[in-house]
């Protein structure tokens, strides 16, 4: 069974950091994309990041260039979102999710919520 | 940036009764491949979004075949054709043809 679940949330103050994980089983996840996606509540889906399966090859939206960086770990069948100078809208649900470009995101974590306020 | 636009914004439908909403995008999702990456997901209340169609028409695995998809270059339609009590929650289109990748803004279904 496709397991995909988030840690590493939380609440946190407006400039600081956080590191999210996202830790797979049940499939090889080495040969997939990996992408994450965020939903602020009560809104609707953003694409945020993906990955391609060796990690060379990485896409951002454009509100989080800069800021975000996505990476993995083939050897622990982990995904990273790494968020520096946080700010209020980025206050959401983060999703990691199983897929890259084309017919993506066929599996999904539970999410994991960030809270930025001070 | 392609823009995907979905309507109507909610959907009042009734048990047992068919459904359907639109996704316009902004340009063609037609990839070089051959290949047309439109997605649609569900989201249920409380819960993590779900795929139910992949490349405009194919259904995933486990999704009832009441839900089906058509359409083609920038215009594409999600279909209900009995609506039921669970099918309750957001839908979502998502291309997956040109990077950024994007979503619509989603359709909110509700039982009248």
């Known amino acids: 069974e496709v397991q995909l679940v988030e840690s590493g949330g939380g609440l946190v103050q407006p400039g600081e950091s956080l590191r999210l994980s996202c830790t797979a089983s049940?499939?090889?996840?080495?040969?997939?994309?990996m992408t994450w996606v965020r939903q602020a509540p009560g809104k609707g889906l953003e694409w945020v990041a993906n990955?391609?399966?060796?990690?060379?090859?990485?896409y951002y939206a454009d509100s989080v260039k800069g800021r975000f960086t996505i990476s993995r770990d083939n050897a622990k069948n982990s995904l990273f979102l790494q968020i520096d100078s946080l700010r209020a809208e980025d206050t959401a649900f983060y999703y990691c999710?199983?897929?890259?470009?084309?017919?993506?995101?066929?599996?999904w974590g539970q999410g994991i919520l960030v809270t930025v306020s001070s | 940036d392609v823009v995907m636009t979905q309507s109507p914004l909610f959907l009042p439908v009734t048990l047992g009764q068919p459904a359907s909403m639109s996704c316009r995008s902004s340009?063609?999702?037609?990839?070089?491949?051959?290949?047309?990456?439109l997605n649609w997901f569900q989201q249920r209340p409380g819960q993590s979004p779900r795929r139910l169609i992949y490349k405009v028409s194919d259904r995933d695995s486990g999704v009832p075949d009441r839900f089906s998809g058509s359409g083609s270059g920038t215009d594409f339609t999600l279909k209900i054709s009995r609506v039921e009590a669970e099918d309750v929650g957001f839908y979502y289109c998502?291309?997956?043809?040109?990077?950024?990748?994007?979503f619509g803004g989603g359709t909110k279904v509700e039982i009248k």
């Open positions: 999710a199983r897929g890259g470009p084309g017919s993506t995101c066929d599996y």
């Open positions: 998502m291309q997956g043809t040109h990077t950024p990748l994007t």
């Open positions: 990955i391609q399966q060796d990690g060379d090859e990485k």
């Open positions: 049940g499939f090889i996840f080495n040969i997939y994309w």
């Open positions: 340009q063609s999702l037609l990839h070089s491949n051959g290949n047309t990456y």
